[in-house]
């Protein structure tokens, strides 16, 4: 199928306000001109006018394309060159990978299923449909890491696939995070390295950055 064939080039349906600093770049655009080109008869659109050019920003419609979008999908089949090919093969777990891993499952799956992996989450009180999983249940505990990443790669019921905003070098990242999640609530003393267990009744040392919150008490 041919794309469909332009019969006039869409204006960009609105315009929307300059952000303040645009604006005062603007003045100061205008002053310079105006002081340099006083009495010329010079309009602003002169001297810059690839800013006034016919163009299409992200997310603004055209008719230029069948589909209706300024903004283009890659060609099928093709992929970032970043991308991690090999998607099947997980990446050595270092606590680097776990690091990265708490990070992105903070932000893409935490909202959900509870920073702890609970499903303890505000969104989760509010789903009527259904609520997503602690990964604390015996079924999720069996799953490995690759199960995980399956999850995340295709979806599962009603959670849709995190492929497209979670690469795949992060999608494992989070899949191992969410392994030590489930270790965390699951370990026995067994799983402490022997030189570890004596500071175990020591209170946890804070993470850098974490500040605890002074709750008002009524
Ligand atoms: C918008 C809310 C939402 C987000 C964000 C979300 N999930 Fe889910 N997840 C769900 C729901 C709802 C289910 C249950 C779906 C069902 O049973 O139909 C689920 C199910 C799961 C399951 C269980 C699958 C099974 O086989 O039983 C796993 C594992 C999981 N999610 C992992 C993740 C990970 C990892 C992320 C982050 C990349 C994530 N989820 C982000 C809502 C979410």
Redesign the pocket.
């Known amino acids: 199928m041919s794309p469909a064939v332009p019969t006039a080039i869409d204006k960009p349906p609105i315009k929307r306000a300059p952000a303040k600093g645009r604006r005062v770049t603007k003045l100061a655009y205008a002053f310079v001109a105006g002081v340099a080109l006083a009495g010329a008869g010079c309009h602003e659109s002169d001297i810059d006018p690839m800013m006034r050019q016919e163009k299409w920003k992200a997310y603004w419609s055209t008719s230029l394309f069948a589909d209706g979008r300024a903004m283009r999908l890659p060609p099928e089949h093709t992929v970032p060159r970043e991308h991690v090919l090999d998607a099947a093969t997980s990446p050595p777990v270092t606590a680097a990978l776990l690091e990265r891993g708490r990070n992105r ?1 903070d932000i ?2 935490a ?3 509870g920073y702890a992996g609970d499903g303890d989450s505000v ?1 989760a009180s509010k ?1 009527s449909l ?4 602690t ?1 604390h249940s015996e ?2 505990r069996t ?1 490995t890491a690759a199960q ?1 990443f399956e ?2 790669t295709q979806g ?4 849709p696939t ?1 492929a497209a905003e ?1 690469s795949v070098a992060d ?1 494992w990242a ?2 191992h995070y ?1 392994k030590a999640l489930q270790l965390a609530q699951h370990a026995t003393i067994e799983d402490v390295p022997a030189a570890e267990r004596g500071s175990l009744d020591k209170p946890a040392a804070k993470p850098e950055g974490e500040h605890e919150h002074s709750e008002k008490k009524e």
């Open positions: 499952f893409h799956c909202v959900c299923h969104v789903m259904r609520a997503p999983p990964f079924k999720l799953y995980l999850v995340e599962y019921g009603y959670m995190y979670v999608r989070i899949a969410v």
